[in-house]
């Protein structure tokens, strides 16, 4: 049963920082991208940030580029999005993905993902 698990999430102020988790399992996590995305009150899901199954290729939406920090560690089964200078605009229900194949190249689009979690609660506060 392949699952993913998203944690980290709160309330924060403006310009502070969090560090959401994503555990998996029942894949292959070695083999997989995996990417985060971001969905807000009324608003269509948004690609945020991707890694490669190697970890050695990160990709960024423009609007968090320099700020959002996406990372892996393949013997746990973890990925990671370390968020900085966070922004009201930021608030949104975070999402980690999986694909269901593997290859060694990042993916930005919902479609390329097909393992979901729940989400995390991110709220910035004004």
């Known amino acids: 049963q392949v699952q993913l698990v998203e944690s980290g999430g709160g309330l924060v102020q403006i310009g502070g920082s969090l560090r959401l988790s994503c555990a998996v399992s029942?894949?292959?996590?070695?083999?997989?991208?995996m990417g985060w995305f971001r969905q807000a009150p009324g608003k269509e899901r948004e690609f945020v940030a991707a890694i490669n199954r190697y970890g050695s290729t990160t990709e960024y939406a423009t609007a968090v580029k320099g700020r959002f920090t996406i990372s892996r560690d393949n013997a746990a089964s973890m990925v990671y999005l370390q968020m900085n200078s966070l922004k009201p605009e930021d608030t949104a229900v975070y999402l980690c993905?999986?694909?269901?194949?593997?290859?060694?190249?990042?993916?930005?689009?919902?479609?390329?993902?097909?393992?979901w979690g729940q989400g995390t609660q991110v709220t910035v506060s004004s």
């Open positions: 993905a999986a694909r269901s194949g593997g290859s060694g190249r990042v993916y930005y689009g919902e479609n390329d993902y097909t393992y």
């Open positions: 029942g894949l292959t996590f070695g083999t997989r991208a």
